[in-house]
């Protein structure tokens, strides 16, 4: 360990009080960690308060997400865990440190332990992919020798062996960001920051990248902590997330947790997408009441992943009696839970709507009548 990193770890963390030691222990191994953290900014007409209240613990290895819509604060956040930005109020602490009073040196050192990604690359485009990648060594004044050691060790990793004296715009977007994950590896970091990474790739190319992360993650036991705007990216990547609206935290937990039974209303709208609503053709044949014998009652299973056990039709279908088809839906798996919904359409069943419902919610979490159609 250097100098620089020594003195980063050595610092006496801030005095804590049992109770809270005893009810809280995750937040005194946290890696990243915000307290009482706030950012304003002087707007033309005015303060604008672009982080409010933040009290957050990330935890060392994880794979943390954070989104919410446009203007929520997610970068100003991101930004303070290398203090790009000065938070206005709070604290912001790395291994129960506070950075908060660091000097330029200290800086410099903390920024070499946090790499960071870009959605649109920041590349050197009169410099080939090994000297993109070599540029921070460089100005670190690592000897040459190591610094060719680490360069051929990371394109390997990345895998761009083999394209070391291309230039960038030589490049598709997923190998210009591939050279933006070694270069932000070159330091080592224990903690690696990723701003909307994928939002600039197309969903296959996407997928290449998240798999990468997710290899990073593991083989080098990185603390990730990203930001986006596409829900896939959190569902795929992430093992908890967290949601800010207009600065302040609206909802957090892991993801299988928040993408199965959201609460608040921004993380409804921000999952949207990913789920089927109930299709405009089928909405508009629904009925309050049966129109005749051959009427079938529409049910909605949802799954919220409470239950890591699928649901089994068969049974489902049995309880039910008459027939039963499946209008849409479908369960995926997620960090192990069972989550999706089914529309089902029940008819010639001797049971009642009440009784339907009721025998129903034995295999999924939420289960509501919407009506009959013919």
Known sequence: MNAA??????????????????LHPELNRAHVRFIGLGKTYNGQQGPVDALRGI??????????????????????LIRTINRLEQPSTGR????????????????????????????????????????????????AGVPKPEREQK??????????????????????????????????????????????ATSALDPETTQSILGLLREINQRLGLTIILITHEM???????????????????????????????QHEV?????????????????????VQPQSSESALVLRLQFTGSSFDEPDLAALFSALGGRVRLLQGGVERIQGHALGQL?????????????????A???????EVLGYVV
Request: charged residues 25%; hydrophobic residues 40%; contains cysteine.
């Open 343 to 359: 529309l089902l359409a029940v008819s010639g069943s001797s049971l009642g709507a009440e009784e339907l419902r009721q025998r």
């Open 267 to 287: 993380s409804k709208t921000l999952l949207a997408p990913l789920q089927h609503g109930l299709p405009e053709e089928l909405k508009n044949r629904l009925q």
């Open 361 to 367: 919610s034995h295999w999924a979490q939420q289960v």
């Open 151 to 196: 360069v051929r060790e990371l394109l390997e990793l990345v895998g761009l062996q083999g394209k070391h004296k291309v230039y960038p715009a030589q490049l598709s977007g997923g190998q210009k960001q591939r050279v933006g994950i070694a270069r932000a590896l070159v330091h080592d970091p224990a903690i690696l920051l990723c701003d909307e």
């Open 232 to 262: 896939a990216v959190i569902r795929d990547l992430c093992d908890r997330v967290v949601v800010l609206e207009h600065g302040r935290i609206v909802e957090q937990g892991p993801v299988w947790e928040v993408f199965g039974n959201p």
């Open 55 to 76: 009290d957050l613990a990330i935890q060392r290895g994880e794979v943390f997400g954070i989104i919410g819509r446009s203007g929520a604060g997610k970068s100003s």
């Open 92 to 139: 912001v602490l790395i291994d129960q440190v506070d950075i908060g009073e660091f000097d330029e040196d200290r800086l410099v050192a903390l920024r070499r332990r946090i790499g960071m990604i870009f959605q649109h690359f920041n590349l050197m485009s009169a410099k080939t992919v090994w000297q993109n990648v070599e540029l921070p060594l460089k100005v």
């Open 5 to 22: 990193n020594a003195q980063l770890r050595l610092v006496t963390p801030p005095s804590r009080s049992a109770e809270q030691t005893e």
